[in-house]
């Protein structure tokens, strides 16, 4: 029997709740009278059972009997995930400061103190 219910591919926007993902699916299309693509994007709940799903993956969600108030999606598959950011021990090597830049900065501060001598002697 062919399985008729519709699917959608949307990004997930949201993942505070248990179970339950907010997906934003964008819809393209063109003005009838300006020929300019008009992209719309609608918020829908969708069930994540694994609550495994993170924010900003693409997911594939299929449509289901109603889980709840707002909540008639289910999703099928995660189709991409987000980039994962830089461990901590990353962030810190790259925040270092370099040691040659705090060298540089001392000998400006006594030229422009010279300067201030030189302009209060005469």
Do not use: C, F
Not at 63 to 85: N, Y
Not at 91 to 107: C, F, L, R, V, Y
């Amino acid at each position: 029997m062919a399985n008729n219910r519709r699917r959608l591919v949307g990004r997930v926007v949201s993942d505070k709740m248990e179970k339950t993902v907010v997906v934003a699916v964008e819809r393209r299309k063109m003005h009838r009278v300006y020929k300019k693509v008009v992209a719309s994007t609608k918020k829908v709940m969708a069930h994540d059972e694994s609550n495994e799903v993170p924010m900003g993956a693409l997911v594939r969600i299929v449509e289901s009997q109603p889980l709840s108030r707002r909540k008639r999606w289910v999703v099928e598959a995660v189709l991409e995930t987000a980039d994962v950011l830089p461990a901590a021990s990353d962030a810190d090597a790259q925040i270092e400061p370099d040691t040659d830049e705090d060298e540089t900065e001392a000998p400006v501060a006594d030229a422009a103190a010279s300067e201030t001598d030189e302009e209060s002697g005469s």
